[in-house]
């Protein structure tokens, strides 16, 4: 998998998890008593930056070949240049 189709993977995890956002904030107020969560919006941001990188790391390791420590680097600063537009989504 070249690094222009690894970047249109993890585009689309994240914008398919940021669809998710309202719904779990939602769940989070609702469920307040039980969950105990300080900072519902940090709580997210922190789920959205694991489905992320779970979710490309487990499809990455579908291939032929574990990716080595260096793509796993990419995967990682790949993602994170999406930081700011996911804590839009939340914070916004």
């Known amino acids: 998998m070249n ?5 249109g ?3 689309q995890t994240i914008n398919g998890a940021a669809l998710t956002i309202p719904a779990y904030l939602e769940d989070i107020k609702q469920n307040q008593e039980s969950l105990k969560v300080e900072n519902p919006q940090e709580f997210v941001y922190g789920m959205i930056m694991g489905m992320a990188l779970g979710m490309t790391g487990a499809l990455l ?3 032929t ?5 260096e ?14 537009e996911i804590r839009e989504k939340i914070f916004s």
Do not use: F, G, N
């Open 3 to 7: 690094e222009e189709e690894i970047e």
């Open 71 to 84: 793509e796993q680097m990419k995967v990682r600063d790949i993602i994170y240049k999406y930081i700011p």
């Open 61 to 63: 390791s579908t291939q």
């Open 65 to 69: 070949e574990m990716p080595s420590a």
């Open 9 to 11: 993977l993890i585009t």
